[in-house]
């Protein structure tokens, strides 16, 4: 009385059992070996076709950008020298150097890096850790996503009118390093929203565990366990910060200064504005092409000095927490 029911196969109902079956063939069907051969053949050519098409992409690039380099190099071999890094802006090609606008690069530099990290952090940390998760948050999120597919143009239009005519600051160092950072803001603030995102949550509840304050756990475990990733963000803002042109441009930063900036509120120029205005004028005055390529040059040397300060550092907190 006790026993289980079990029913026979024969007593199973007519749609069960036909269905069950038909189940049956397709799956004899499917784990037979010619079609399962005749499937891994298909995916195994499918798998060569895409690494072919991905390397031969790759490669392609690859190839691109060695011309490009093979191309700089060529051209400022003779003009990249200790005389055209220490020598001031020149209407004579074989006088001019890059001093003033090296300057004027790590003067912006100097700018962007802080307001960026700090802005950029900063949002992150609110929206992450202190904003609900509702309409305004959600505002906020999709704004943020937005501006950083906004061209850079626009942020020229935006910090010329703010900082350059609203605040009186002109084409300064400052105003350039303000409109700077609001174009790499976006990027600052997304990796940064995705490291703290990414901490563990177990870290959160030992520190509360330990009668932390939300601060304290923000501060003390948190954000040193985010760092590496926010570094990698601010790596990458700095990245696209330093070779921008069009912004300045648009703030009318002067391509021909002879004075050194010795503040943040002097006027300056840059590299890569330089580099913009030496390439247009090679029409005039071919020998310009190979002063923008031996500033080239020294930009993509200190784009690397740059990162390589950065990854350091980053590598340094990574083997820390």
Known sequence: MNAKFKPDSNQLSGPTRHGSERGDRISASYFSSVAARRRMKRRVVLNYTARGVFLLVTLLALLVLAILIYQIIKDSIG?????????????????????????????????????????????AIFLEEFAGKGRIQSIIQTNISNLAGVPSVIFGLLGLAVFSRALGLGSSILAGGLTMSLLVLPIVVVSAQEAIRAVPGYLREASYALGATKWTTIRRVVLP????????????????????????????????????????????????????????????????ANLAAAAIIVLMTMLILLNSIAIVIRNKFQRKF
Do not use: C
Not at 92 to 100: D, H, L, M, S
Not at 230 to 235: E, N, S, W
């Open 225 to 288: 366990a985010a760092l590496p990733g926010i570094l990698t963000g601010t790596i990458l803002a700095v990245s696209r910060a330093i070779g921008e042109t069009a912004p300045l441009v648009v703030l009318g930063i002067p391509t021909l200064i002879m004075k050194i900036p010795a503040s943040l509120f002097d006027d300056f120029t840059a590299l890569p504005i330089q580099i913009y205005y030496w390439t247009l004028d090679t029409v005039l005055t071919p020998e310009y």
């Open 79 to 123: 003009w990249l020298d200790l005389k055209f890094l220490t020598n001031n802006l020149s209407i004579f090609p074989e006088r001019a150097g890059i001093k003033g606008p090296i300057i004027g690069s790590l003067l912006l530099m100097a700018v962007v890096i802080p307001v960026t990290a700090l802005l950029g952090v900063a949002t």
